[in-house]
Every structure is written in structure tokens, then in C-alpha cells.
């Protein structure tokens, strides 16, 4: 398979990651009521057939509260290359099926330039955003607060489809989501139960439930048309679609997030779950231990 060249990949490589998606399957899925402990997953990041990301989720519910925790950093032969990290995580309440954020922070660093976004949602919906660098800078329009409100971040709204995915076992669903630069929505899509292989890459093998992600982009987008990104086209709108496979791995618990894969300009995306360890109060099921390598 081919190697990219570093001298390809833009500045904002791992946040160009996550907004392609590779964000979005990160969350485990708890079942309703409280977690005696956090249930945590790890995945691996392939881009062109080579080790690009290490990624390790963990999700908290207690009551109707729930927070997510994502970090990732560059690995494999990416990571010989260059260190990027990013943390992220969300806090809100859930009723049903129903998510609503109070916070989302996400931070990250590369060649020493910080990336950093503060999301706080007010009681009607509204959303108040502190960004670094400003999006005026990176000759963005900055979201007016109209289409901010009513929105989800990107972690919350993955675990909204989740939610949704356990309850239903459908996938059809349309969110709005607000990252701190741009607005979009997400439009998810039924496409069946598909087999995934076995791979020496991933834990997982069997029946999955595999669901399409589309964006309609909406507002925050570069003033050119044009956003510069390695995932993305000529505009947003021509953004390839993700391919994410959900599928039961813990006994009681809903479906986690199991395989992703989309397409760039390096190369095919794809994202396998490398391990997951339920609460410790489920005696039932024992930890998914990662492959060896």
C-alpha cells in the first residue's frame, strides 16, 4: 500500500482527522441508568495503509448525565514523523433518547501552534463559542449565533445516534452540529447488516449494522469555497461520506462503534476497535484485550 509523504500532510492533520469523522466512532454506548465505572474503548487510525492515529474513549453516565472523553495522538510510522495530541470531551444531560450539552472543550497542539475550542450551551439553546486561533483568521465567516442555537457538538451528537441506534436499531437520523468553526449537519443513513472479516488489525468480527454519514455544510466555511484539507474536495459539500459499522461487542450493552472507513486525498480511512473494557461491575463479560501486534 502506498506511504503518504509527510510533506503532503497540512499542519492540522489529526483535527482534519476528526472532523472527516474519525472523531465520530470513538464512543462506547452505555446501557440506560448509571455505570458503576466508565466504559472505555480504544481504536487505530489507518490512512493509506499506514498507522497514522491511537485514539482511547471513554464515556461516563450517571443518572441522566453523561461526559465523554477522547484522546488521540499520531502513532505507527505517522507518529516517528511528528507528535500531535488532542484531548476532547463533552458533559450534558439526556432525557430518553434525547441529548442535551452543557460544555464541549477540545485542545490540541502541533509545531507548537495551539488549537482550542470552548463550547458552553445556555438553558434555550443558545451557544456561546471562544475559539483560538479566531476564525477570522483562517478567512472563515464566524457562525452567527442564529445557527448556533439548538446544536450539538460532534461527540454529543454521535452518542445522540447511538442512543438512538440501541433503542431503535435504525440508523436514519438528522443532527446539527456546531464545532466552534463550523455549522453542518449530519445526516445519517441506513445501509444494512454487513459482515465484517476478521483482521489481525481489529477484536471484532461478525454481523454489524453499517450506517452512512453525509454532511450538509451550513455556515463557517472558508471564504474561497475551498478548504485546503486533505480529506475534503474542491468544497464541503463534496466531502466523501463515512461508512460506520456498530455492532453488540459487550454483553449488556448496546452496539459500540466497530469499523469506519471513508476515503482521502493519501488514501482509504479506515478505523478498527482495537479493545474495550466494560465496567467492572458487569462480572458477566470480561475486557476485550487489543491484538497483538
Known sequence: ???????????????????????????????????AEPLNATYRVFVGGVTALDVEATLEVTGDRYRIAVSAVT?????????????????????????????????????????NVTLTYGPQGDVSATVTPPPETEEREPVPPALRRGTLDPLSAVLDLLFTVGASDRCDRSLPVFDGRRRYDMLFSEVGRRIVDPSRYSVFSGVAQQCRVSYKPVAGYGKSG?????????????????????????????????????????????????????????RRTEAVRPPIR
Open 75 to 115: 502513532g505507527g510510522t505517522i507518529g516517528r514523523l511528528f507528535t500531535w495530541k488532542t484531548e476532547s470531551h463533552s458533559d450534558g444531560s439526556r432525557r430518553g433518547n434525547d441529548l442535551k450539552p452543557s460544555s464541549h472543550r477540545q485542545s490540541s497542539q502541533f509545531r507548537g501552534e495551539p488549537r
Open 226 to 282: 475551498s478548504t485546503g484539507r486533505f480529506w475534503q474536495r474542491s468544497s464541503p459539500a463534496d466531502r466523501p461520506p463515512v461508512d460506520l459499522w456498530l455492532a453488540p461487542v459487550a454483553a449488556g450493552f448496546p452496539p459500540l462503534p466497530v469499523r469506519l472507513e471513508t476515503d482521502s486525498d493519501l488514501g482509504g480511512v479506515v478505523v478498527h476497535l482495537t479493545g474495550v473494557t466494560p465496567p467492572a461491575a458487569d
Open 1 to 35: 500500500m502506498p506511504h503518504p509523504s509527510p510533506l503532503r500532510l497540512p499542519n492540522r492533520f489529526g483535527t482534519a482527522l476528526l472532523a472527516a469523522g474519525l472523531s465520530f466512532p470513538l464512543l462506547p454506548l452505555s446501557a440506560p441508568g448509571a455505570m
